[in-house]
């Protein structure tokens, strides 16, 4: 079910006196125009993706569906900067009604492919990391050579057993590229050892995954750059998702599956950064909050953080 963009999740304090100097996001972001004919060049739409029947599918803890009006509050209000992008604009919400999340992701899929086409770059909002499959296979309908890469504690290559659900996206995109004779390009940057079992980590390699474990970008930042550089030179569009239980816990409780030793901001923000500015990231996520266990809206500060560097290093 398609919830179209509600003004009320877009309002924050006005400072009138600063004039234009002083706005705020809820002041710039404006419904997306569905009739319009023409490309959008350099705007970015968001999309929430308002789902945790994947999580529930996982055996996880819900609450995610609710993220995304939830991140939108905290967009409101941060001040506007100099940026290349020239608009920002809301579509709304995807709702998972019930556990119909196959239908959800019909829906995703349609209209991102609608938005891919008219050039704009797609943020969705999840939603638990179901929504990463739909968002990739929008993605593959236009480009042929995608790079993948999660910045998360979790592979999620898990096998759909019976299901697709939260842990399965980035196994059922190996399956696609499988199938439609596609390489499967794969990264995952902040890998936990103890999140993830040894069957996990042996389909990893299995599948010829890169990954940096959170050790690693916690010891050495080059761990990451150079391979990030080797990875993103060989594809033509990347899909770059973010799932918030890469943070530590102690900065995102508010996670279905929360993490200990994760990252902090600043480590992540220079991911995101060095990963944006190889101008080829096409569509982009933030997955996995979960408003029901976030202490004072600290996790989705940080995730309107993240969605903030993201927006302004495209
Ligand atoms: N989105 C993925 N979530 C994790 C959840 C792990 C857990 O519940 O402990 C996964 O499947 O590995
Ligand atoms: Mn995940
Ligand atoms: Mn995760």
């Known amino acids: 079910m398609i919830k179209p963009f509600d003004k009320s999740h877009w309002h924050g304090r006005v400072d009138v006196e600063d004039g234009m100097l002083g706005k705020r996001w809820h002041q710039l ?3 997306f125009p569905k009739e319009h004919q023409a490309y959008l060049e350099k705007s970015v739409v968001f999309l929430g993706f308002a789902s945790d029947e994947g999580v529930r599918r996982n055996k996880g803890r819900v609450g995610a569906a609710k993220a995304p009006d939830a991140i939108r509050k905290m967009l409101s209000i941060l001040p506007q900067q100099d940026s290349d992008v020239n608009a920002l604009y809301d579509y709304g919400n995807v709702v998972c009604v019930g556990n119909n ?12 492919k609608n938005l891919i086409a008219k ?21 593959s309908d236009k480009y042929k050579k995608i790079g993948i890469i999660n910045i998360d504690a979790h592979f999620d290559l898990r096998l759909p057993h019976p299901d697709t659900n ?17 390489e499967f390009n794969y990264m995952c940057l902040g890998v936990q050892k103890t999140a993830n079992t040894k069957a996990i980590f042996e389909r990893a390699e299995k599948l010829g995954a890169h ?8 010891e050495d930042r080059r761990a990451w750059s150079i391979a990030i550089d080797a990875f993103v030179e060989k594809v033509d569009a ?4 973010l799932d918030m239980d890469v943070f530590d816990a102690a900065y995102a409780p508010g996670v279905s599956a929360p993490a200990a030793n994760g990252l902090n ?11 944006l500015g190889s ?36």
């Open 211 to 218: 990954y940096v474990l959170a050790d690693q970008i916690h």
């Open 119 to 139: 050039k704009t770059y797609p943020l969705v909002l999840g939603g638990g990391h179901e929504v990463a499959y739909g968002n990739f296979l929008a993605l």
């Open 166 to 182: 939260s842990g399965t996206g980035f196994y059922e995109m190996s399956q696609f590229c499988e199938k439609n004779n596609r």
């Open 238 to 241: 990347i899909y770059l998702s």
């Open 279 to 314: 101008n080829k990231v096409r569509l982009m996520d933030v997955a996995e909050y979960n408003p029901e266990y976030d202490i004072d809206n600290r996790t989705a500060r940080l995730a309107a953080h993240m969605v903030s560097e993201m927006v302004h290093n495209l």
């Open 101 to 112: 999340l196959e239908e959800a992701r019909d829906e995703q899929v349609q209209i991102l």
């Open 265 to 275: 901001a600043f480590q992540v923000k220079g991911i995101l950064k060095h990963i």
């Open 29 to 31: 972001v404006k419904e």
